[in-house]
């Protein structure tokens, strides 16, 4: 169980006459947790707790999340010095190893990154069956998940070859997000290239053309790689609490991560970025009169809220949302972008930095409000954002998978319920219903 600690104190739990002591479990960071997974097999009784939102389901050495105190780190690293000083690559070594890579082992990685860059030629087929208007992330889920047939390798001893898995479904979910975009555009498709970055690699391949070869732009990449890393991992989440539950019946890591995906896809959880859009789209049509949205965010009476402001775990500032602000800055400056969109998304980001009601309530800018910005003006199209999520999230989500694995007190995933429907009654017969 890593650096818990179990120490002498407990808890007293008092039902039905009698007193249960439950340990209480303190990690590395100081969060306190009460160990009820004695309590039925000693008591019969379960705890009850919609959405898991006071559960722990697992002990994890992977990402620590304070949202009173607005933190965020990997590997007990602060995502400030991350995002500023390492690539994502760098980032996705740390989350699936443990700790960052030295020039070595980077070089290794890397190497391994453009090795497994290309996707099997049958799978491009595949493409051709899916209609022109599919959602992209139901092309990446199956495309994930078909991966188990053509390299079955893992499939006797997972963990075995676990590193080698990491890296192709790393690079390869970059290829296949790619490819899924070019179809969709009816463009040729365009291969990987050994010669460029992880991040400049994916935008050649999404913008490059015969006609009109595409100019990388570092402070795009720089900023893909800002994005990219921001959403490595964010402790148990939807999406990763999903790739471990599923991962749990021993599913191979390739059918975990297709579960991820899926579960990313929901608007609530992975689509915020692409809601952003969509607001400032429905703005932008009205005329463009952002005071006026601001108005009905502030009446209680009105069910409208302003998307990508505030976030539900953090009750102070999105620590990701000041980094990836400069990274915005810095894109649109660089590209001197016009557009109607992106200008009023600027004034609403300035509005709420300074209106009281918003200062008052830390409904701040967070990271899906800039991350859909920079995104637009790159030219990734709003179906394709959670997809980029996604290729985020994908060493999270592996590190995740391979923690289960490792885990020695791994049990298959099976939440309790409290059942509340029809008490036991007798069956009648058909012919004698009425």
């Known amino acids: 169980m890593g650096n818990v600690i179990v120490g002498k104190e407990t ?48 002990c994890s050495s992977i990402t620590f999340l304070d949202g009173e105190q607005g933190i965020l780190s990997y590997r007990g690293y602060g995502i400030e010095d991350l995002a500023e000083n390492c690539t994502f690559v760098e980032v996705a070594y740390l989350l699936d190893h443990g700790s960052l890579p030295t020039q070595t082992e980077l070089s290794k990685f890397s190497h391994m990154l453009g090795k497994y860059a290309m996707v ?11 209609p022109p208007n599919s959602p992209p992330m139901a092309i990446l889920s199956s495309m994930v998940n078909s991966l188990c047939s053509f390299y079955p390798e893992m499939l006797d001893n997972p963990l075995e070859n676990v590193d080698k898995m990491a890296a192709r479904l790393l690079s390869k979910v970059r290829t296949i997000a790619a490819f899924s975009y070019k179809k969709s555009m009816g463009q040729p498709l365009v291969y990987p290239r050994h010669d460029l970055s992880y991040c400049a690699n994916f935008l050649n391949m999404m913008f490059d053309s015969p006609v009109k070869p595409y100019e990388i732009n570092d402070t795009v990449v720089r900023a893909l790689n800002k994005l990219l890393i921001l959403h490595g991992d964010h402790e148990q989440n939807c999406s990763t609490a999903t790739v471990r539950v599923a991962g749990s019946a021993r599913v191979n890591l390739y059918a975990s991560i297709s579960a991820g995906i ?7 959880h992975g689509g915020a970025n692409q809601a952003v859009m969509e607001m400032l789209s429905q703005i932008h049509e009205e005329g463009g009169d952002y005071k006026k949205y601001i108005d009905k965010a502030k009446d209680s009476a009105d069910p409208f809220r302003l998307v ?15 980094i990836i602000k400069k990274a915005c800055d810095d894109v649109l400056a660089a590209l001197s972008i016009a557009d109607p969109l992106l200008d009023i998304a600027k004034e609403l980001e300035e509005v709420a930095l300074k209106d009281e009601y918003f200062v008052e309530r830390n409904l701040y800018p967070n990271v899906d409000f800039y991350s859909g910005i920079i995104y637009r003006a790159i030219g990734i199209p709003t179906n394709m954002f959670t997809v980029m999520f996604a290729l985020g999230r994908l060493p999270g989500w592996i590190a995740h998978w391979k923690e289960m694995w490792d885990d020695p007190d791994w049990r298959i995933s099976r939440p309790r319920q409290i059942y509340v429907g029809p008490k036991r009654r007798p069956f009648v ?3 004698e219903r009425e």
């Open 308 to 322: 990508g402001f505030g976030h539900r775990v953090y009750k102070t500032h999105d620590p990701r949302s000041r």
């Open 120 to 130: 099997h030629e049958d799978m491009i087929r595949f493409f051709d069956g899916y």
């Open 11 to 58: 808890a007293e739990l008092k039902l039905d006459g009698k007193v249960y002591q439950l340990p209480i479990i303190v990690g590395s960071e100081g969060e306190k947790a009460i160990d009820i997974r004695a309590l039925r097999a000693q008591s019969g009784y379960i705890t009850l707790d919609s959405g898991f939102m006071n559960t722990g389901s697992c």
């Open 262 to 268: 899926n579960a990313l896809w929901g608007p609530l």
């Open 429 to 431: 017969p058909l012919a």
